[in-house]
């Protein structure tokens, strides 16, 4: 399912990443390149699999690996209540 982030997200990319800003709470959230990458290949419209192909591609890990490293992620920021 392709991430969406909640209307009171904003997002802003910068040299290191992603910063999240939850305007409601007033909570910054940093996201390294690895987490950058899943969350704009999710947020075009990606699933899952394809944010794990993308992983695997940029770097060299096994799929295995990537597919946890993802789903983690997806499960961090809904449990945050950043995204569904």
Not at 57 to 82: C, K, N, P, T
């Amino acid at each position: 399912m392709p991430l969406r982030f909640d209307a009171h997200i904003s997002t802003a990319e910068t040299d290191y990443g992603t910063v999240l800003l939850d305007e409601r709470a007033g909570t910054y959230w940093e996201l390294n390149p690895t987490a950058t990458l899943v969350v704009r290949t999710l947020l075009e419209g990606g699933e899952e699999a394809d944010a794990t192909a993308a992983l695997v591609h940029e770097f060299d890990i096994e799929r295995a690996q990537a597919q946890r490293d993802v789903e983690s992620l997806v499960g961090q920021l809904r449990e945050a209540g950043l995204a569904s």
